[in-house]
C-alpha cells in the first residue's frame, strides 16, 4: 500500500525504527499479517528499509548495545502469542523478552512500552467490537491508571507519533483522541 504510514512519518522526522519478529522465517510459527510494517511502500519498495525487518533475536542484542531503534515494534510467534497458544507461554514470552527491557535504565529514564492485544469476545459489539486490553508502561504514566475511554488503534499510533515527536499522522490518527490522559 501506498498510504501514509508510521514508517514514512518516522523517517521524515528523523527516527529509526525496526520489526522485531519472533520466527520470521519460519510459515507455520510467524503470521506475516501480525507484521503490518512489512506491507508497507515504504518499507517494500527500499531495500535499506527492509533491512529493518529482524528475528526477534535481534532485539535482546540491540537491547544490551544501547542500540534499540526509536521505534521498537516487537511480535511474538504464533505460539507465544496469547492466541494461539496457551496463556503461560505467552507469560514466559513476556518475561524472557520484555522484563529485560523493563528494566534497562534508558528505558526507565524515558521508554514508552505499549502491549495491545488484538482480539476481544466475540460477543463484543459495541462501537464496531474489539474491546482489547492495552498496557501502557512508561516512567512518565500513571501508575495503575484504568481509563474508561473508548479509544481504538488509530489513537494508539497517534500516542506513538506524538511521543516520538512526528508532527503528521497518518490516515485516521489525524483525528483520533490523544491519550495524554495516562501520562
Same mark, same amino acid.
Given at each position: ?8 512519518? $518516522?523517517?521524515?522526522?528523523?527516527k529509526?525504527?525496526? &520489526?522485531? %519478529?519472533?520466527?520470521r522465517? +519460519?510459515? #507455520? *510459527?510467524?503470521?506475516?499479517r ?26 535482546s ?7 534499540l531503534p ?23 514470552? $513476556?518475561?524472557?523478552?520484555?522484563a529485560?527491557?523493563? &528494566?534497562? %535504565?534508558a528505558?526507565?529514564? +524515558?521508554? #514508552? *512500552? ?10 463484543d ?19 495503575g491508571f484504568q ?25 485516521a ?11
Open positions: 500500500m501506498n498510504d501514509d504510514n508510521i514508517v514514512r512519518e $518516522l523517517l521524515a522526522s528523523g529509526t525504527w525496526k &520489526s522485531y %519478529a519472533e520466527s522465517y +519460519d510459515p #507455520l *510459527l510467524y503470521a506475516k501480525h507484521d503490518p510494517l512489512s506491507y508497507f511502500s515504504d518499507v517494500v519498495n527500499s531495500p535499506t528499509q527492509s533491512q529493518n525487518l529482524v528475528l526477534l533475536s535481534q532485539f542484542s540491540d537491547l544490551a548495545n544501547n542500540t526509536n521505534f521498537s515494534f516487537v511480535i511474538p510467534n504464533l505460539v507465544n502469542d496469547a492466541h494461539s497458544g496457551p496463556l503461560q507461554a505467552a507469560d514466559v514470552w $513476556l518475561q524472557d523478552n520484555i529485560p527491557l523493563i &528494566s534497562n %535504565a528505558f526507565q529514564k +524515558d521508554g #514508552l *512500552l505499549i502491549i495491545v492485544f488484538d482480539e476481544a469476545a466475540t460477543s459489539a459495541t462501537h464496531g467490537g474489539g474491546h482489547v486490553a492495552a498496557l501502557i508502561i512508561s516512567a512518565k504514566a500513571k501508575q481509563s474508561t475511554t473508548l479509544y481504538q488503534h488509530e489513537s494508539t499510533l497517534r500516542l506513538i507519533l506524538d511521543t516520538l515527536g512526528a508532527p503528521n499522522h497518518p490516515g490518527s489525524s483525528t483520533a483522541p490523544t491519550m495524554g490522559e495516562f501520562f
